[in-house]
């Protein structure tokens, strides 16, 4: 076990949320954009329209910049933010995918190089070469989705792996085909949103109408496309998750996934007829309403994962919940309860291991912090405060929170509590002790 990552009011989950959100802009950006680029430098070519590289350059560059500096830069920090917030989540994948990654890390070479000589070679090298460049950057980079949605989708739906501990079995799991669909059909919507912004900045009308025409259908079919993905989806999660979906998202993130696809549809259905009447400015707001999509669509697929950060092995605080045979893994609920969780983290101040009249508050202030605060804020304000829950409760009696404590595992979206029955009766004090 490994020291916990404190961030008040916020919760470590929600800062590596916040980055996560962002960096699928940059880097669906990057495995779809190209698609759209070579179709159009395909017809600069083939209908002798000079004007349109114009749009080819401009696209590269934002692709080079957005993508791949501020994309490699909130990947990086994806990393960071995840080693900290959960590394033994982090550590779980790593075990098991090191190999998926360094395949995805070899695609992303080839992707980072890519990008330079396709942008710097435009106009210098004969035109069959530079669509070839294209394509291979385009098929690379979209590979590297392929391989990182098998890691993803693995956290919510192992598959077969608990079982065999298989790499393929738990990579190609019930979900991987359709979020792979998914995303695939996502990317599209989300480069043509950008493709739109950067051809509202051409100066020349022909090309600005017919690269927004052409971008707005690609984003619009992309959109309904990726409506039958999710349809497909929803249908092959786990029957937990769909229960949770009922039970612990909020209405707010169901609206706001409805809401961004439908402003999208009706923006690419507006850039469509009237290309020339799109600005920047509602061409920024376009990403803006994106952003918002994604934000409720990720962290509904967090929330529906839950009591686990990879199911049916780790809970979200980071205490393993089953075995699993084939990696000699073995759960650990039944020994924390004997020896204590304070005494089993090694990061606990020497003075609490042993719980005593004088600290029994602090103490049960640092298994709160262990064993819940993956998913409560202990401030009064931020993600799921503990204090709200507690008042929610009206918790005012240690016994009644012990026994609430006792039932923890029976909630479908909370991990048991583990922990001996004097360190429960000190979290129960802690508990009561916020409903102030
Ligand atoms: C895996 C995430 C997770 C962990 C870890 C977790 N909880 Fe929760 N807890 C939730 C969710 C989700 C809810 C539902 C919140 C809501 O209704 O908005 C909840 C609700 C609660 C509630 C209110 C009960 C209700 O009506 O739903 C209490 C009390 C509570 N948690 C206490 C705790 C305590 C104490 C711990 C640590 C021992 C803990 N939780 C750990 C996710 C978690």
């Given at each position: 076990m490994y020291p916990i990552w404190e961030v008040p009011h916020l919760s470590a989950g929600i800062v590596l949320a916040l980055i996560a959100t962002f960096h699928i802009l940059p880097s669906h950006l990057s495995v779809g954009a190209m698609w759209i680029n070579v179709y159009i430098e395909t017809k600069a070519y083939r209908e002798s329209r000079p004007d349109l590289l114009e749009f080819v350059k401009k696209y590269t560059l934002l692709l080079l910049v957005f993508a791949y500096v501020f994309g490699s830069l909130s990947g990086v920090g994806i990393w960071y933010a995840a080693t900290v917030a959960n590394p033994r989540g982090i550590s779980g994948l790593i075990h098991n995918y090191v190999w998926g990654w360094a395949t995805e890390w070899v695609f992303f070479i080839v992707e980072v190089t890519g990008i330079f000589i396709y942008y710097y070679t435009l106009g210098k090298v004969d035109r069959r070469t530079h669509l070839k460049i294209g394509w291979i950057f385009a098929v690379t980079s979209w590979i590297t989705m392929v391989i990182i949605t098998g890691i993803l989708s693995f956290m919510l739906s192992p598959g077969k792996w608990p079982e065999t501990g298989g790499f393929f079995d738990g990579f190609f799991n019930q979900t991987y085909w359709p979020q792979l669909f998914l995303r695939t059909a996502v990317m599209f919507a989300i480069s043509a949103t950008y493709a739109v912004a950067v051809a509202t900045r051409l100066?020349?009308?022909?090309?600005?109408?017919?690269?927004?025409?052409?971008?707005?259908?690609?984003?619009?079919?992309?959109?309904?496309?990726?409506?039958?993905?999710?349809?497909?989806?929803?249908?092959?999660?786990?029957?937990?998750?769909?229960?949770?979906?009922?039970?612990?998202?909020?209405?707010?993130?169901?609206?706001?996934?409805?809401?961004?696809?439908?402003?999208?549809?009706?923006?690419?259905?507006?850039?469509?007829?009237?290309?020339?009447?799109?600005?920047?400015?509602?061409?920024?707001?376009?990403?803006?309403?994106?952003?918002?999509?994604?934000?409720?669509?990720?962290?509904?697929?967090?929330?529906?994962?839950?009591?686990?950060?990879?199911?049916?092995?780790?809970?979200?605080?980071?205490?393993?919940?089953?075995?699993?045979?084939?990696?000699?893994?073995?759960?650990?609920?039944?020994?924390?309860?004997?020896?204590?969780?304070?005494?089993?983290?090694?990061?606990?101040?020497?003075?609490?291991?042993?719980?005593?009249?004088?600290?029994?508050?602090?103490?049960?202030?640092?298994?709160?912090?262990?064993?819940?605060?993956?998913?409560?804020?202990?401030?009064?304000?931020?993600?799921?405060?503990?204090?709200?829950?507690?008042?929610?409760?009206?918790?005012?009696?240690?016994?009644?929170?012990?026994?609430?404590?006792?039932?923890?595992?029976?909630?479908?979206?909370?991990?048991?509590?583990?922990?001996?029955?004097?360190?429960?009766?000190?979290?129960a004090a802690f508990l009561v002790s916020l409903n102030k």
């Open positions: 100066k020349n009308d022909e090309a600005k109408r017919l690269v927004i025409r052409t971008a707005s259908q690609w984003g619009f079919a992309g959109l309904l496309i990726a409506s039958g993905a999710l349809f497909w989806y929803l249908k092959a999660l786990p029957e937990a998750s769909i229960g949770l979906m009922g039970m612990i998202v909020p209405q707010g993130l169901k609206n706001g996934i409805f809401a961004a696809w439908g402003a999208m549809l009706a923006y690419f259905l507006f850039a469509r007829l009237k290309p020339l009447s799109i600005k920047l400015v509602p061409a920024i707001a376009a990403i803006m309403v994106l952003f918002i999509g994604i934000w409720s669509t990720e962290r509904t697929r967090e929330m529906i994962r839950k009591p686990y950060v990879i199911s049916s092995y780790l809970y979200s605080n980071q205490v393993i919940g089953k075995d699993i045979a084939p990696k000699g893994v073995k759960a650990e609920i039944a020994r924390i309860n004997k020896e204590g969780i304070l005494r089993v983290s090694p990061f606990v101040p020497d003075g609490l291991r042993e719980i005593t009249d004088g600290n029994r508050l602090q103490a049960g202030r640092m298994i709160a912090l262990i064993e819940c605060s993956a998913c409560h804020v202990l401030d009064k304000t931020g993600l799921r405060p503990l204090p709200q829950m507690v008042k929610k409760l009206n918790l005012t009696d240690a016994a009644v929170a012990g026994n609430i404590l006792t039932a923890l595992g029976g909630f479908p979206y909370m991990p048991p509590f583990a922990g001996t029955e004097a360190e429960k009766a000190a979290l």
